[in-house]
């Protein structure tokens, strides 16, 4: 960006020192010499104190007119939501053939590659992971870190919760992560390729949970039909103001991961800055030796 000035007006001061130095210069004695005009020429008005006493005065103007440069900042509000993602590892998430582009997939495997291209997409989220199986434990808490995030996704293994599936333990251990810190918006995706078949606490204590606490919750269901409880899953998305999601394959689990992104995108609200450089030290340094030269010069002529 070009120069800009703050007070750009004091210029106007320089076309009244040429007007004073034009109409009202100052006038001395003189004697009248003959032939005169032979002098003119050899005489010129452009003497060296001259030249030092307009450095100085344009100088001085340009260093009062603040001369700068700027350069725009914007940042960005990064108060998002909480997300809790909530992750059956019980062996049932062994099952290969899930992913028909690659049928040595797992399960586990396919959620944790989609799981991860969600987390990159959330980025003014906090977010935290929670693995159930027989019992549920916090694999994260609450983090705006992404590469941490992600880095704790690849190391969660099956069956490290046990073999079976405590669903409601899972789901009432992530509302309680999220409820910790306040957040905009509270949100917990859930998903199981089975039934709750393990864990203490009952459905309804779980929903009631979710709901004092604002968490809107989404159930994911993996698999074919009657593999997991369709309407246990409909059930906790539909008391929690969430959706259910049925997945077949890898594909379909993709498609609503991104659907669920789509339909929980705030607007984050940017604010811009202007950081301004000054550089009125320049023609203030030169005026300064501009005017130490002029009076060293009449100094001299004084002697």
Request: proline share 2%.
């Amino acid at each position: 960006m070009p120069y800009q000035f703050d007070y750009p007006y004091v210029f106007l001061f320089l076309f009244a020192l040429l007007a004073f130095s034009k109409f009202f210069a100052l006038k001395e004695k003189m004697l009248i010499i003959p032939h005169l005009d032979l002098l003119h020429h050899s005489y010129s008005k452009w003497t060296s104190d001259f030249f030092l006493k307009w450095v100085f005065f344009i100088s001085l103007l340009l260093a009062i007119s603040s001369p700068y440069k700027s350069d725009e900042i914007i940042t960005k509000d990064n108060k998002g939501y909480n997300i809790g993602l909530i992750l059956d590892s019980s062996n049932s998430m062994k099952e290969r053939g899930f992913n028909r582009s690659n049928i040595m997939d797992n399960k586990f495997d396919v959620v944790k590659n989609i799981v991860a291209k969600f987390i990159k997409q959330r980025k003014n989220d906090n977010l935290s992971i929670v693995v159930f199986g027989n019992f549920s434990f916090v694999a994260l808490p609450l983090t705006f870190d992404k590469g941490m995030t992600i880095s704790v996704l690849n190391t969660l293994r099956i069956g490290m919760a046990g073999t079976n599936t405590a669903i409601n333990d899972g789901l009432a251990q992530s509302i309680k992560t999220l409820s910790s810190t306040k957040a905009k918006k509270n949100i917990a995706i859930l998903l199981t390729d089975g039934r709750n078949t393990a864990g203490e606490i009952p459905l309804e204590v779980a929903v009631k949970l979710a709901k004092k606490h604002n968490v809107k919750i989404y159930t994911i269901g993996m698999g074919r039909r009657g593999e997991y409880d369709r309407a246990y899953l409909e059930y906790i998305a539909s008391e929690t103001g969430g959706m259910f999601f049925n997945s077949s394959n890898e594909k379909a689990l993709g498609d609503i991961y991104k659907e669920i992104d789509k339909l929980e995108k705030q607007k984050i609200k940017s604010n811009i800055y202007e950081r301004k450089t000054y550089y009125f030290y320049y023609p203030l340094s030169i005026s300064i030796i501009a005017l130490f030269l002029y009076i060293l010069i009449q100094s001299r002529k004084q002697i």
